[in-house]
Every structure is written in structure tokens, then in C-alpha cells.
């Protein structure tokens, strides 16, 4: 599994306007399993190996910034409630952020009998 550098997670966390080392456990545990749901969507491994940390393209970056924005702001908010308190998230990443790894898409081929 890819383990994101010091310097990826500065990087991602620079789109996203944040500063400081206060979150970096967050963007830590969460940048390889965004990264997983970008190689499945695009069925494409960014060049990622044993040896060594994968190229990871713009595109994936602003994908992966996004993402992590989406789950941590309330921007997957769907309905609040104030009586009893009640939040709604929406759970899957909407489809407007994955118009950043559409140019990386790989096509796949089914056999066909």
C-alpha cells in the first residue's frame, strides 16, 4: 500500500489552503485510501511499485485534495436537523470531483463469449 511522503501531504495539504502540522496524521491515514479509489476508477497504477512512491499527476492530486476537503468539511452535508441535533453526510464522493482523473482513465476490455 502507498504510504504518502512528508512532502506529498504538504503538497495536498497546500491545495487545500491548510498550513501547519495539525493534521497531517489525518491526510496520513486518509491519502492512501483516496488514492486506492482513484487507481480503481482510473484502473491505472500511476506508475506505483515496490521500489518506489508513484508519479501522481495533477489531476490525482486535485482529486485527492478535493476528497479530503469533501470529508472533512461540511461540504458532505446533506440535512441538518436542530431540535435533537441530527446531521446527514452524504457518503460517496459526488461525481464533479472525479472530472479530475478522467484524463488518467484507462480503458478496460471484457471478453466476450
Known sequence: MWEPTAEQIKEIKLINGEQGTGKDEYYRAMLPIIFDEAKEYCNNTFGETDSGPPALPGGVKLFMAKAIQFNENKAGLKSRSMGS????????????LYKYLRPYRKVKFRVQR
Open 85 to 96: 441535533v441530527s446531521y446527514s453526510y452524504e457518503t460517496e464522493f459526488p461525481e464533479s
